[in-house]
């Protein structure tokens, strides 16, 4: 057991944990940390795998972004006793869905010989700026053009009629 | 003279497009309807009469053209031979005559271009029917003539006597047709490998060759009278005729008295070499014949509606002409020449007599009972006076038409009865003989309660003559039913070649019948007596007609009341309307039609409605599954998930 | 160094966990929140292959999906307030109207 390994259990031991949070905490504002504790230990799990740039964006975006987004969300759609989780009402077909899946996707990821790590990566962060702006350019381009509508959208559709 | 007979096939084909014609446009013509009918009818004759030219005066072969229908052997066509063409002239003849007088009788109703429509379409598909080559289009043509007989008798389709009366008229027919129709099946059956199975010329050809078997020609001559009773009114299917009445008298002239109960016997003369070779088809069709001539003679004694007298006058004469082609066994060929002379006369004098009697009803503002008529003598010379002539020629009496015709069926009777074997062959003789005297009662009741003795009621008093336009034909056939005598025997020459074709002898003999000369009769040898017995029976019947009736002598009421058994058993008619609707329908159809009925709605829909009750309960379980609720869609979608990736691995796709 | 399974069994519980809560939570934000739980463990998943193929097209991939991801919240939020506004609820076990 190496100290990596360790540490890496940890995190998402914890990482595991607070997701649960997501779902279990009847305060939404609660959960809403929990969700930023989620995408945090994403971030440094990213870490793990040696790719910084990534981490940074993930860390900017998520635990930056989306969570004060979400915030905002729970702030306008207040109401009084909300509760977050159905409780007994679950009923039997989803919890048993839900099993088999992870169980297949442990029967895959357990049962089928992945492969040893084949080498060394590059810096990701020079390498991932020049394959998104030679290789990917156009999906970079049309990211943009869909963020820009995305940003359009919501604008449009959260706006309140100006009497 | 031009050479008429590829046209043949135009003598149908004008009055059937007439029918259209006169449906649609026939109301814009002169007087509301009926001129059309009559100029196609009238061309038709022209045409008819042109090729009875060619083969007679002529002398031109006979021959027939086909043309290749919806099945390899089955044929449209038509046949110009002396029978048919015989027929045609005849019936285009009578037919035009009784359109004429109708311009005139139907001239007030409100429905008169219908009724042309339905006439000439009557009469385009008799002549169809004459003029057919083989089974299945004669009986194409058979079915349509009774679908216009059923449209016609219920004509005033107000009247629920007249629609009873239509129906009852096809219900009858039905039956006979649809044994007709299995006969026919059964011919197809033993001849379709053998040409043309079901022309005429066809299967008398193979007749000889034994094609169909003794059994089968027997039953499918049976078969096919089953069809002539329904048709012609013989018993057991007769009953309908004397309801028929109830259509327009015009009507009953042309189809009851001249052509299309004249098709059953037409039917038999044409299929005669297949009832001469039937073992005992011959005797059957003779008994039947004159047992239904006596039958509805003795029922004629007692009817007081005029016309009803005719009908059961039609009904037996029909009888002696079907006789006369079951006693052709002895008299070979000229059986044929026989029945259809008598048929041809009897055309003109009976429908000389329903138009006599649609004059007295006319002028006697439609009252049918003889005992409220009376001394008409004075008020309607015409029609008196053809009526009589009619009336005579129906009993046979000397030098009209009748006479000659009715004879020589009674003694070609006798000669059938002393040649035969067994005592049945008696029959007939004795059956058509005794009918001779009823006849002659029965027809001269009528004719003097009509017109002798005084007025019995307001309207006879004030009766009028008809319009030229109504006496004209009754001339006309008047003085047809007086000269159709004379050619008699060039007539029996001309028809009795039809089937020189056939050897009948050898048919003859295959059906057991003794033949004395097939192809040309002499004259064979009858006592004296014998052959002037009709004579002396029809004066006889004269006679005691006048006895009680000339001018309303005795009434018969005194002695022969309600309650007398046999006046009973006579005026309901043996019975028999009573047996078929009270017992057979009622008892017997009706519940079954009810078994079936229920089966249908029951049974079959109960499966179509109940295949669409399932889908619709299974529509409505399964829709429960749309909740609404997204997440329950979800699992669906994890699963199907599932289900991809699990294709993909087995599929082993990289 | 960490071996593969392991980061694919953290990712796949990760998915699990959210997919659970997409399918039962009430409270719509929450199953937006839910939803992102479950983008987050494919891009662990993207970023882990990535690493042992040492190819870096895996983390392009995953920066795009976190770009999208973000967009994609940006309008959900938006479209969730709107029904806010009209339901005056976010409880997605009452916007049922599509129901039989």
């Not at chain 1, 029967?107 to 060394?120: D, L």
């Not at chain 2, 004209?472 to 039913?481: D, G, M, N, R, S």
């Not at chain 2, 029976?537 to 005194?558: C, E, M, P, Q, W």
């Not at chain 3, 990712?11 to 937006?32: D, E, H, P, Q, W």
Request: with cysteine.
């Amino acid at each position: 057991m190496s100290l990596d390994v360790i540490a890496f259990a940890v995190t998402s031991a914890i990482m595991l944990l607070a997701a649960i949070g997501v779902i279990k905490f009847k305060e939404i504002v609660r959960a809403a940390l929990m969700l930023f504790f989620v995408f945090t230990l994403v971030g440094v799990l990213f870490l793990f795998m040696e790719a910084e740039f990534l981490a940074i964006i993930q860390v900017l975006v998520y635990a930056g972004a989306v969570v004060i987004l979400v915030l905002f969300a729970i702030m306008l759609t207040r109401r009084e006793g909300a509760v977050g989780y159905l409780g007994e009402r679950v009923g039997v077909l989803k919890p048993v869905t839900v099993l088999a899946l992870i169980s297949a996707l442990f029967y895959f990821v357990f049962r089928i010989g992945w492969f040893a790590p084949k080498g060394e990566l590059h810096g990701t962060t020079k390498f991932l700026g020049q394959e998104l702006f030679t290789k990917y350019i156009l999906q970079f381009e049309l990211l943009a053009i869909l963020l820009l509508a995305a940003m359009i959208a919501s604008i449009y559709l959260v706006r309140r009629e100006v009497q | 003279m031009l050479d008429l007979r590829p046209y043949a096939y135009l003598i149908p084909l004008l009055p059937l497009s007439g029918f259209l014609l006169e449906l649609f446009f026939g109301k814009y013509t002169w007087r509301r309807g009926g001129i059309i009918a009559n100029i196609l009818i009238f061309i038709s004759m022209l045409i008819s009469f042109g090729i009875f030219y060619n083969l007679y005066f002529e002398g031109l072969p006979y021959t027939e053209y086909s043309w290749q229908w919806f099945y390899p052997g089955i044929v449209l066509g038509v046949v110009v031979d002396p029978l048919s063409i015989a027929m045609c002239c005849m019936v285009s003849f009578v037919s035009l005559l009784i359109h004429i007088y109708a311009l005139g009788y139907m001239d007030e109703d409100p429905s008169k271009a219908l009724y042309f429509a339905e006439t000439v379409l009557f009469t385009g598909g008799m002549l169809g029917l004459v003029l057919s080559n083989n089974l299945i289009q004669l009986f194409i043509f058979w079915e349509l003539v009774g679908l216009c007989s059923y449209l016609l008798i219920g004509f005033w389709y107000y009247k629920p006597e007249a629609a009873a009366a239509g129906k009852k008229a096809w219900l009858f027919c039905s039956v006979g047709d649809f044994l007709f129709l299995f006969g026919i099946a059964v011919v197809y059956k033993y001849m379709f490998a053998h040409g043309e199975p079901l022309t005429f010329s066809n299967i008398f050809i193979h007749l000889e060759e034994g094609v169909i078997p003794p059994e089968v020609l027997t039953l499918v001559a049976i078969l096919m009278l089953a069809g002539v009773s329904g048709k012609s009114s013989q018993f057991p299917l007769h009953g309908w005729i004397p309801d028929a009445m109830e259509g327009p008298t015009t009507v009953s002239a042309l189809i009851h008295a001249a052509t299309m109960v004249t098709a059953g016997v037409y039917l038999v003369a044409r299929t005669f070499p297949l009832y001469l070779a039937a073992p005992h088809g011959m005797m059957i069709v003779a008994i039947l014949g004159a047992f239904t001539a006596l039958f509805a003679a003795t029922l004629g004694l007692v009817v007081n509606d005029l016309k009803r007298i005719l009908a059961y006058s039609t009904i037996s004469q029909l009888g002696y002409m079907l006789s006369v082609l079951g006693v052709g066994g002895v008299v070979g060929a000229y059986a044929v020449g026989f029945s259809l002379y008598h048929l041809i006369s009897h055309a003109f004098f009976k429908a000389l007599l329903f138009l006599c009697a649609g004059a007295v009803l006319h002028g006697l503002w439609n009252t049918r009972c003889i005992y409220e008529m009376g001394g008409l003598w004075n008020k309607m010379k015409v029609t008196a006076i053809t009526m009589l002539v009619g009336s005579l020629a129906l009993i046979g009496f000397p030098l009209t038409a009748g006479y000659f015709s009715k004879d020589m069926i009674v003694e070609a009777a006798y000669e059938f009865a002393v040649s035969g074997d067994s005592t049945l062959a008696y029959l007939p003789w004795i059956f058509l003989t005794i009918g001779v005297l009823l006849t002659a009662t029965y027809t001269f009741r009528a004719y003097f309660t009509v017109f002798t003795g005084k007025p019995k009621t307001y309207l006879a008093e004030h009766a009028h003559e008809a319009s030229k336009i109504m006496t004209t034909p009754l001339v006309i056939l008047a003085a047809c039913a007086l000269l159709f005598g004379a050619v008699q025997k060039p007539f029996y020459h001309f028809v009795s070649t039809t089937f020189d074709y056939l050897n009948l002898a050898h048919l003859a003999e295959m059906g057991g019948n003794h033949v004395a000369h097939v192809a040309h009769h002499e004259h064979a040898h009858v006592p004296i007596t014998i052959k002037f017995l009709p004579t002396v029976l029809s004066l006889t019947g004269l006679g005691i007609a006048g006895y009680f009736y000339y001018n309303h002598r005795i009434d018969v009421g005194k002695y022969i009341t309600r309650d007398n058994p046999i006046y009973k058993l006579l005026w309901n008619k043996y019975y028999i309307d009573y047996l078929y609707k009270d017992i057979i329908v009622e008892r017997i159809v009706v519940p079954l039609a009810m078994f079936v009925d229920s089966f249908d709605m029951y049974g079959i829909d109960g499966v179509v409605n109940g295949i669409g009750r399932i889908t619709m309960s299974i529509g409505k379980a399964a829709r429960k599954i749309q909740t609404g609720d997204i997440q329950d869609y979800m699992v669906p979608f994890l699963i199907g998930i599932g289900i991809i990736a699990a294709i993909v691995k087995l599929l082993g796709v990289s | 160094m960490i071996p593969l399974e392991y980061y694919l069994a953290v990712s796949s519980l990760l998915f699990t966990i959210g997919a659970y809560g997409a399918l039962t939570c009430k409270n719509g934000i929450r199953v937006l929140m839910c939803l992102e739980i479950m983008l987050n463990a494919a891009n662990i998943n993207l970023v882990a292959f990535s690493r042992y193929v040492a190819n870096a097209t895996g983390q392009v991939f995953a920066a795009f999906s976190i770009a999208i991801a973000a967009a994609e919240v940006a309008v959900g939020l938006a479209i969730l307030i709107l029904i806010y506004r009209m339901y005056n609820t976010v409880d997605v076990s009452k916007l049922i109207e599509m129901r039989w």
